[in-house]
């Protein structure tokens, strides 16, 4: 009977608070999906400058970065629950306030330029740095048991692939046919959405510790964990560099406006094309989990990913570029769904927050400073061979991490008992 558990796709999603968890996960992901759309567009419009769309990225991922280490001990010590809520709050501020400079053109975006939207990108990051560590700490408190981890990690990972697949569409519709004011207020309003749904879960109190920490020991502790586990460094170490050299996202509205000449909608298209492959990719995960070689698995999964951005950045065809961004989102897919569940499942309770702070530096905020490489590449060499060299940097991190990460190389995922 618990065996037909482990394996029953459908498991988790038949627990009331996981089910209000994936509602709120959809609806914040679905908003900053639209925002990071819209900000992008409205300052390219504004600059004409591809390095203005990399400072985009850099201007949320230092203060997450800053404040990463310091928000995962917080999520170890504070019931996380509360931790989310405050944060939502901030984040729909910063949402009202984009809106709000938009209505407000004339004097405040006018007279001070891009200045304002980077300064409330800089709060959302301050934001986003404390969401991190509470969202991965308290999901597994909403499952009963590790069994279900792997289960739970590939729901929570294609809601937010679905949405990242919803959010860009929507985002350049939005802006494309009914301007900017309209694609802003949505951002708002599923804010709210995603902060009435967080409220509606019942508080889970903290994990025992059996060894309680002062703050400088807590952090130091956390770190010692993380780079004393040679699978958990490694696979972390490999998405840092490969997003970080291998995303070319933040170029889309280069491409879309310059290259492929396809306008907002096709932007929010493009943007949305990692998103379907890796949700596409995520449910089949659900149906047939990847176990056996996962490392060795992971390790080409990321190595194709770096073909698939080599490849789009020598493309000129709309479909063909939209073809390879839905691929390199199934290839990213797995790699994430693999590293989340041996993160889950090697870490103590008491320490998660830490550990995904950590996580956090080293992969969450790779995303934004990826942007910033791309942007300030684009600038030096031109935008495709920006993009063609982030491939070629990708498909040399996975070469290097092969031979020298003995351990990850032959992770295996496996249920280690028969029953």
């Known amino acids: 009977m618990s065996r037909t558990r482990l394996h029953d796709p459908y498991a988790v999603l038949r627990i009331p608070d996981f089910r209000l968890y994936v509602v709120a996960r959809l ?26 769309l990399g400072l985009i990225g850099l201007a949320e991922a230092i203060p997450s ?13 504070v019931e996380r629950k509360k931790i989310i809520l405050v944060v939502i709050t901030l984040l729909a501020f910063c949402s009202g306030a984009l809106l709000f400079f938009t ?13 304002p939207i980077y300064g409330v990108i800089f709060v959302s990051g301050i934001a986003r740095g404390f969401m991190g560590p509470a969202v991965f ?16 990690i590939t729901w929570s990972t294609t809601t937010w692939q679905a949405a990242s697949v919803a959010g860009p569409a929507i985002g350049g519709l939005l802006y494309g046919f009914y301007g900017i004011k309209a694609s802003y207020s949505a951002d708002a309003i599923l804010v ?3 902060l009435v749904s967080f409220s509606m879960i019942s508080g889970k109190p903290l994990p025992e510790n059996a060894n309680p920490q002062n703050l400088k020991e807590s952090l130091q502790s956390g770190i010692r964990f993380v780079f004393g586990n040679q699978v958990i460094l490694s696979a972390i170490s490999l998405d840092l560099f490969a997003v970080l050299f291998g995303g070319a996202v933040a170029l889309l509205p280069i491409f879309a406006s310059d290259i492929l000449l396809i306008g907002p909608q096709g932007l929010g298209m493009l943007r949305a094309a990692p998103a379907i492959g890796s949700v596409l990719m995520a449910i089949l995960m659900a149906y047939n989990p990847i176990t056996v070689e996962a490392g060795r698995k992971m390790l080409w999964c990321v190595a194709g990913f770096g073909v698939c951005i080599v490849l789009f950045g020598l493309s ?12 390199s989102g199934a290839f990213d897919s797995i ?54 060299f982030g491939g070629i940097m990708t498909l040399v991190v996975v070469g290097v991490t092969a031979l020298k990460a003995d351990k990850l190389r032959v992770l295996d995922l496996s249920p280690k008992d028969a029953v």
């Open 27 to 52: 609806c914040i992901t679905l908003a900053m999906q639209i925002q990071a759309v819209i900000v992008g567009w409205q300052i390219y419009e504004m600059t004409q400058n591809p390095l203005s």
């Open 65 to 77: 970065i800053v404040v990463s280490l310091y928000a995962g001990y917080i999520a170890d010590v």
């Open 103 to 115: 209505l407000d053109t004339n004097q405040v975006l006018a007279t001070y330029g891009a200045l």
């Open 137 to 152: 700490s308290f999901m597994p408190q909403l499952v009963p048991g590790k069994q279900l981890y792997a289960n739970a």
């Open 192 to 194: 709210l959405l995603a």
């Open 316 to 327: 000129r065809s709309f479909w063909f570029s939209l073809g390879l961004l839905a691929l």
């Open 335 to 388: 790699s994430m769904i693999i590293r989340s569940t041996l993160i889950h499942t090697l870490t103590p309770e008491y320490m998660k927050g830490r550990v995904s702070s950590v996580n956090n530096i080293f992969v969450g905020s790779s995303n934004e400073i990826g942007a910033f490489e791309s942007g300030f590449t684009a600038r030096l060499m031109g935008t495709v061979p920006a993009v063609v």
